[in-house]
């Protein structure tokens, strides 16, 4: 395996690579939960509204608070992270769009919070199904670990659903543990933090 690790790089995100993070961010959420909210909507539809948000500067998914693995020239992971104070500042430009396009959805996504200051909050992660095994989230956790306590931060936390017993055994053996649970659009989730 070292052999393949040695092929990723780990970079911060450009707003080129947005159509790929979009994707590769998409893949950590419930979308199940989020087409239900967007009847006759696709997923291809709902990335190309995610795209515009990691294309923008002050959201939750920017470019500016992702970081994404490169292996030759294909992305093949995306994760991003940002300080749980900012959280519904950047979050809001995300829930106005969302109230404006599913008005009658009632846009529950607006309702959860995930964060809260004092916390480096850990957002969305997502590995080309292709590239998995090959320890790509494992860099990823490692270089955005390594942001946040460099930012001067010393708990970095995410939430996991409970319906993913291995994203949740791979955040323990990273070190996180559980500290609390949270509901996510319908789905329990656990709320799991690291000391950095």
Excluded at 22 to 30: D, E, N, T
Excluded at 163 to 188: N, Q
Aim: with cysteine.
């Amino acid at each position: 395996m070292s052999e393949k690790i040695s092929e990723i790089q780990v970079r911060p995100a450009e707003k080129n690579d947005s159509e790929a993070v979009a994707r590769l961010l998409m893949m950590a959420w419930p979308m199940d939960s989020f087409l239900e909210m967007s009847p006759g909507m696709t997923e291809d539809d709902f990335a190309l509204i995610i795209k515009s948000f990691v294309e923008a500067e002050d959201t939750l998914y920017s470019y500016r608070n992702t970081i994404v693995a490169v292996r030759g020239e294909e992305i093949a992971g995306a994760m991003n992270g940002y300080d749980g104070a900012l959280y519904e500042m950047l979050k809001k430009p995300v829930t106005d769009d969302f109230r404006r396009r599913f008005p009658d959805s009632g846009s529950g996504f607006g309702l959860v919070k995930e964060t809260q200051a004092g916390e480096f909050y850990l957002d969305s992660i997502g590995v080309n199904p292709a590239m998995r095994s090959m320890g790509i989230g494992s860099r990823l956790f490692s270089a955005m670990l390594k942001r946040a306590a460099g930012l001067g931060f010393t708990k970095a936390g995410l939430i996991v659903d409970v319906d993913k017993p291995k994203a949740e055994a791979l955040y323990l053996r990273l070190g996180f543990k559980t500290v609390g649970c949270r509901d996510f659009m319908g789905h329990p989730m656990k709320h799991m933090q690291i000391d950095l």
